[in-house]
T-cell receptor, first 113, second 114 residues
């Protein structure tokens, strides 16, 4: 079955540590996204990528970095510069850029030790 | 500007109907609706692309009123499987429906009880 796989489901970060969240899709979608979800708030866009080797910052990109070396993969690194990283992170993809529905992964819950 | 969803939460008995609203202070190009069960991936329900357009998904339908800058989601004869958080995403005409420019509401928690 086609879909988006995020791993791990739960992740713990120590102070000063960088952690990487994995996102893989086999839907052959061009566009991929990373969202952050906090309790009581809407989804907020961190980064998105329209094609391989190209990505743009979203509304809350500070403290995060991404890469898009392969069409199927869009890993997110939460750096030590992100002072409040505890959140639920969702990866998504869409066929194209406009008026397209989002397909979401099942998310990664990141917590700080 | 983040759209406002109402109500924030609603509890229903099986078979009852519910309406969830999504309102924006800005003009809207389109509205997306998604449902998310706890700890799971949000699932797409529908996109409304034109003012006044109504779309349906099983017993779930939605309307989009461009002039009022709002969309409403209608859940008819609710089932236990309808439980979850519903959230809307709105697109600004300035960006022509670009998916990466969606702004999401805070969600409406729906609980359907037997």
């Amino acid at each position: 079955d086609g879909g988006i796989t995020q791993s791990p489901k739960y992740l713990f970060r120590k102070e000063g540590q960088n952690v990487t969240l994995s996102c893989e899709q086999n839907l052959n979608h061009d566009a991929m996204y990373w969202y952050r979800q906090d309790p009581g708030q809407g989804l907020r866009l961190i980064y998105y990528s329209q094609i391989v080797n190209d990505f743009q910052k979203g509304d809350i990109a500070e403290g995060y970095s991404v890469s898009r070396e392969k069409k199927e993969s869009f890993p997110l690194t939460v750096t030590s510069a992100q002072k409040n990283p505890t959140a639920f992170y969702l990866c998504a993809s869409s066929i194209g850029e406009y008026e397209e529905k989002l397909f979401f992964g099942s998310g990664t819950q990141l917590s700080v030790l | 500007q983040q759209p406002v969803q109402s109500p924030q939460a609603v509890i229903l008995r099986e078979g009852e109907d519910a309406v969830i609203n999504c309102s924006s202070s800005k003009a809207l190009y389109s509205v997306h609706w998604y449902r998310q069960k706890h700890g799971e991936a949000p699932v797409f329900l529908m996109i409304l692309l034109k003012g006044g357009e109504q779309k349906g998904h099983e017993k779930i339908s939605a309307s989009f009123n461009e002039k009022k800058q709002q969309s409403s989601l209608y859940l008819t004869a609710s089932q236990l499987s309808y439980s979850g958080t519903y959230f809307c995403g709105t697109a600004d005409p300035v960006y022509g429906g670009a998916t990466n420019k969606l702004i999401f509401g805070t969600g409406t928690l729906l609980a359907v009880q037997p």
